[in-house]
Every structure is written in structure tokens, then in C-alpha cells.
């Protein structure tokens, strides 16, 4: 799609994210599942923050890590989300933008402050998020900026966003913006949580034939079709979309591209906080789809670009990717 202005624009939550070493124990007390996301509101928040004892603040956002990842890479990369006029909202601004990524989305004035997400990670190096969507759960349609989806190549679309109504709307606009412009719509399940809450939304949506590409993960998938069969469930998924990518962790991903599977592994890496590892699987597979590579080497992208980011703190790259895809032999 050489046309495109960019490979990859990103629709989702503008989070704040506050990241923070916990052990096993610390979930217990709070009541929270170990690798969840759950939603909190601002007293709540506060009561995680307390846990606390040192944390490392950064700009966050499953979307926003996805594209901040295809700027990395070299890749043309632009953001839609909903931040507010305050400090936090400022800096996010700033972060994304310093990445290389377009981001014009009008702040909220005098409403709910910037969101932020604490992210507990345990000594394995699983997340748990407890976020609060403040501002993020304001954008609607009038943000979806018109020509913005059609100047993509691809349109990702957060599954976490189908949480406010509104933002939903949105979302569903932007997809069906896409298909009729001759783009791609691009879909990421989130959380298996997410998937319990959406999942009559999720598959209209994956059914309207407007996504052409989705994102899931072992867990998310079999809760999509309410299976503990991730082979059949990886299957289904491949029905419903031309190309459906299920990431498995350690054991690599499964990329079904019109009923036809191949499995790639993962990079090996000692793991030191998972935190955005499957947002960076995504963008280093869109920047490869964008630019015409097969669905294997999309897959071994995605996988250089995870293990980067789950090798330290924090769910935005380090290092520059695109140089770690050219040592791979990629090239764009």
C-alpha cells in the first residue's frame, strides 16, 4: 500500500502508565486476578498506587505502545486518543510525538483527568493492569479525524476501547471507514477479561467483513469461542477474517491467512516484564503486512519486537528496532 501516507494508525486508550514490582502476595491482598485488567475508578487507583513502593512512569496504552513500536521500526505511524488538558496529558503528547508519531487529537477541556493504568509486576514478569480510563473514555466519533483512516494502510483498533460506549462508536466507524476506503481494519482482542465483557460486540464485529486482520492471544481466543481447545478456536478465528494471528507466549504465534496456518516462533529472551510485549508483536506484524511481506516474516518481525520490549521495564522499545530488524535481514 505505497499510496498510504501511513502503514499504521492506532485508535485506542491514551494511558499513562505507572509500572511497579509487586509479589504474588500483594494481588491477594487487592483481590485481583494475576494477569487481568481490570477497571478502576480514581479511589481505587489510589489504593493500587499505595502498593507501591517505587514505580517508573511512562506513557502508555496498548494502541499507543503498538504505534510508538512502528515508529521504531522506521514505519510511518499516527495515533487517535483521547488525553486531557492536564500534566499527565501534556507529557503523553510529548512522549508520542518524540517517537515519531502523528498524534492531533484534541485534549479534553475541564473534564476527567489523563487515564493511567498501574501495572503490578511479579517476579515472572506477568502484568496486572488496574486501569482507570479517565479523559480516554471521551473520545468519540468526532475525533475520528476525516481522511486520517483512509491515509492508512492499516487502521488498528484497540479492543480495550470497546469499554465506553462512545469510544465504541467511534471504533466502529473507523473500521467501516477503512474497508470503504480500500484499507485494512485491524482488530486486537486485549484481554481474555475484555473478551468477556465484548464478546457479542466482538464478533458483529469480526463477522461485518469490515476487519481484516485480527490479534489474539492463547487465552483471548478460547475465550472468543468459549473453548479450551486453542487449536479449534485459533481455526475459527481464521474463518471469520483473511488473516487472524494468535500469539502463544514462549511457544511463538500461529498466522492463518485464508484457512492456510503457519506457526513462527518466538525470540528467546530472559523475560523481565511482559508489559506490551503482544502490543509490540503487533506493530513490528503491521509494519510487515503494510509494507507486502509475507505472513511468516510479519509473524518473525512481530516476534524481534517482543522480545525487545519483555527484555526490560516498561512497554516501550529501548533500543531502535528498526536496527534490530535489519541485523534480522529486514529491510523496507
Given at each position: 500500500?505505497?499510496?498510504?501516507?501511513?502503514?499504521?494508525?492506532?485508535?485506542?486508550?491514551?494511558i499513562?502508565?505507572i509500572?511497579?514490582?509487586?509479589?504474588?502476595?500483594?494481588?491477594?491482598?487487592?483481590?485481583?486476578?494475576?494477569?487481568?485488567?481490570?477497571?478502576?475508578?480514581?479511589?481505587?487507583?489510589?489504593?493500587?498506587?499505595?502498593?507501591?513502593?517505587?514505580?517508573?512512569r511512562?506513557?502508555?496504552?496498548?494502541?499507543?505502545?503498538?504505534?510508538?513500536?512502528?515508529?521504531?521500526?522506521?514505519?510511518?505511524?499516527?495515533?487517535?486518543?483521547?488525553v486531557?488538558?492536564?500534566?499527565?496529558?501534556?507529557?503523553?503528547?510529548?512522549?508520542?510525538?518524540?517517537?515519531?508519531?502523528?498524534?492531533?487529537?484534541?485534549?479534553?477541556?475541564?473534564?476527567?483527568?489523563?487515564?493511567?493504568?498501574?501495572?503490578?509486576?511479579?517476579?515472572?514478569?506477568?502484568?496486572?493492569?488496574?486501569?482507570f480510563?479517565?479523559?480516554?473514555?471521551?473520545?468519540?466519533?468526532?475525533?475520528?479525524?476525516?481522511?486520517?483512516?483512509?491515509?492508512?494502510?492499516?487502521?488498528?483498533?484497540?479492543?480495550?476501547?470497546?469499554?465506553?460506549?462512545?469510544?465504541?462508536?467511534?471504533f466502529?466507524?473507523?473500521?467501516?471507514?477503512?474497508?470503504?476506503?480500500?484499507?485494512?481494519?485491524?482488530?486486537?482482542?486485549?484481554?481474555?477479561?475484555?473478551?468477556?465483557?465484548?464478546?457479542?460486540?466482538f464478533?458483529?464485529?469480526?463477522?461485518?467483513?469490515?476487519?481484516?486482520?485480527?490479534?489474539?492471544?492463547?487465552?483471548?481466543?478460547?475465550?472468543?469461542?468459549?473453548?479450551?481447545?486453542?487449536?479449534?478456536?485459533?481455526?475459527?478465528?481464521?474463518?471469520?477474517?483473511?488473516?487472524?494471528?494468535?500469539?502463544?507466549?514462549?511457544?511463538?504465534?500461529?498466522?492463518?491467512?485464508?484457512?492456510?496456518?503457519?506457526?513462527v516462533?518466538?525470540?528467546?529472551?530472559?523475560?523481565?516484564?511482559?508489559?506490551?510485549?503482544?502490543d509490540l508483536?503487533?506493530?513490528?506484524?503491521?509494519?510487515?503486512?503494510?509494507?507486502?511481506?509475507?505472513?511468516?516474516?510479519?509473524?518473525?518481525?512481530?516476534?524481534?519486537?517482543?522480545?525487545?520490549?519483555?527484555?526490560?521495564?516498561?512497554?516501550?522499545?529501548?533500543?531502535?528496532?528498526?536496527?534490530?530488524?535489519?541485523?534480522?535481514?529486514?529491510?523496507?
Amino acid at each position: 500500500m505505497t499510496d498510504a501516507r501511513f502503514d499504521v494508525l492506532g485508535i485506542g486508550n491514551a494511558i499513562f502508565d505507572i509500572l511497579g514490582h509487586v509479589h504474588d502476595d500483594a494481588l491477594e491482598k487487592l483481590g485481583v486476578a494475576k494477569g487481568s485488567m481490570r477497571l478502576v475508578d480514581e479511589a481505587e487507583a489510589r489504593a493500587v498506587d499505595a502498593v507501591l513502593t517505587d514505580s517508573v512512569r511512562v506513557s502508555g496504552g496498548s494502541a499507543g505502545n503498538t504505534v510508538a513500536g512502528v515508529a521504531s521500526l522506521g514505519g510511518r505511524a499516527a495515533f487517535i486518543g483521547k488525553v486531557a488538558d492536564d500534566a499527565n496529558g501534556e507529557a503523553y503528547v510529548h512522549d508520542m510525538r518524540h517517537a515519531g508519531v502523528a498524534f492531533t487529537t484534541p485534549p479534553l477541556i475541564g473534564g476527567a483527568p489523563t487515564a493511567t493504568s498501574t501495572i503490578l509486576v511479579t517476579p515472572d514478569g506477568e502484568r496486572t493492569m488496574n486501569t482507570f480510563l479517565g479523559a480516554s473514555q471521551e473520545l468519540t466519533e468526532a475525533d475520528i479525524t476525516e481522511g486520517l483512516v483512509e491515509d492508512a494502510a492499516i487502521t488498528f483498533l484497540e479492543g480495550y476501547l470497546f469499554d465506553p460506549p462512545a469510544a465504541m462508536a467511534a471504533f466502529r466507524l473507523a473500521a467501516s471507514r477503512a474497508t470503504a476506503a480500500g484499507r485494512i481494519a485491524a482488530l486486537t482482542l486485549s484481554d481474555s477479561f475484555c473478551v468477556e465483557r465484548h464478546r457479542d460486540d466482538f464478533m458483529t464485529l469480526l463477522k461485518s467483513g469490515d476487519v481484516g486482520l485480527c490479534f489474539a492471544n492463547a487465552a483471548e481466543v478460547k475465550s472468543l469461542f468459549q473453548t479450551d481447545d486453542l487449536d479449534a478456536a485459533a481455526a475459527e478465528l481464521g474463518k471469520l477474517v483473511p488473516t487472524a494471528v494468535v500469539t502463544m507466549s514462549e511457544k511463538g504465534a500461529r498466522v492463518i491467512t485464508d484457512g492456510e496456518a503457519a506457526d513462527v516462533p518466538a525470540d528467546p529472551v530472559k523475560v523481565v516484564d511482559l508489559t506490551g510485549a503482544g502490543d509490540l508483536f503487533a506493530g513490528g506484524f503491521m509494519l510487515g503486512h503494510a509494507r507486502g511481506l509475507a505472513p511468516a516474516d510479519c509473524a518473525r518481525l512481530g516476534a524481534i519486537c517482543a522480545a525487545e520490549v519483555i527484555s526490560h521495564f516498561g512497554a516501550r522499545p529501548q533500543t531502535t528496532l528498526a536496527d534490530l530488524a535489519k541485523t534480522a535481514g529486514f529491510t523496507f
